[in-house]
């Protein structure tokens, strides 16, 4: 079980705005930058670069990724990622299968 | 071009010990903390260790601790991972990545897939 809790699935159309979640606690979402990483099928990672159509934003616990305008290419799996102070070590979310309809 | 190149993946023996690396190019990996992240077949994202800029700090993931170690070479921009006593469920791609700040990656490199079986 991750110490982040994502959406396991999320779709949109395209040109519709999604939000996707990434829900902690005071030990990490609420004390420490949340980082949104990309994955493509068959391939790893990447960091997802905001402005644009990209946006992040936090609530309390809860940080959230806003994809606008949302197109084909936007279809992957997203990672949130932060720090644990309980854990002193970095935790990730399960993370979200984003398809776009 | 900023980026990292991981090395050193195979199959390997339950048991067995294996040492990655990750390769800096672009940059000067002296100025920031390098971390390992895998992925097992199917699954999600897995924090493994981190070694600070200078070597100093190390912090390790709890299924990893007491097993792996990280170091760094800095003049030769070069990180790397000693896995050691390794077991089935280390099957995975193994990533490096840039830290940034305190809580975050920036920079990632493309894998190298470690399969420990008999």
């Known amino acids: 079980q991750s110490a982040l809790t994502q959406e396991a699935s999320v779709s949109g159309a395209v040109g519709q705005k999604v939000t996707l979640s990434c829900t902690g606690n005071d030990n990490n979402v609420g004390s420490y930058a949340v980082g949104w990483y990309q994955q493509f099928s068959h391939g790893g990672p990447k960091t997802v670069m905001f402005g644009n159509r990209f946006s992040d934003s936090r609530s309390g616990t809860t940080a959230s990724l806003t994809i606008s305008g949302l197109q084909p290419e936007d279809e992957a799996d997203y990672y949130c990622s932060t720090w644990d102070d309980s854990l002193s070590g970095w935790v990730f979310g399960g993370g979200t299968k984003l398809t776009v309809l | 071009q900023e980026q990292l190149v991981e090395s050193g993946g195979g199959v390997v023996q339950p048991g067995r010990s294996l040492r990655l690396s990750c390769a800096a190019s672009?940059?000067?990996?002296?100025?920031?903390?390098i971390h390992w992240v895998r992925q097992a077949p199917g699954k999600g994202l897995e924090w493994v260790t981190m070694i600070s800029f200078d070597g100093s700090i190390q912090y390790y993931g709890d299924s990893v601790k007491g097993r792996f170690s990280v170091s760094r070479d800095n003049s030769k921009n070069t990180v790397h991972l000693q896995m050691n006593s390794l077991r089935p469920e280390d099957t995975a791609v193994y990533y490096c990545?840039?830290?940034?700040?305190?809580?975050?990656?920036?920079?990632w490199g493309q894998g190298t897939l470690v399969t420990v079986s008999s």
């Open positions: 990545a840039r830290g940034k700040v305190v809580s975050l990656f920036d920079i």
């Open positions: 672009g940059f000067s990996s002296s100025d920031h903390a």
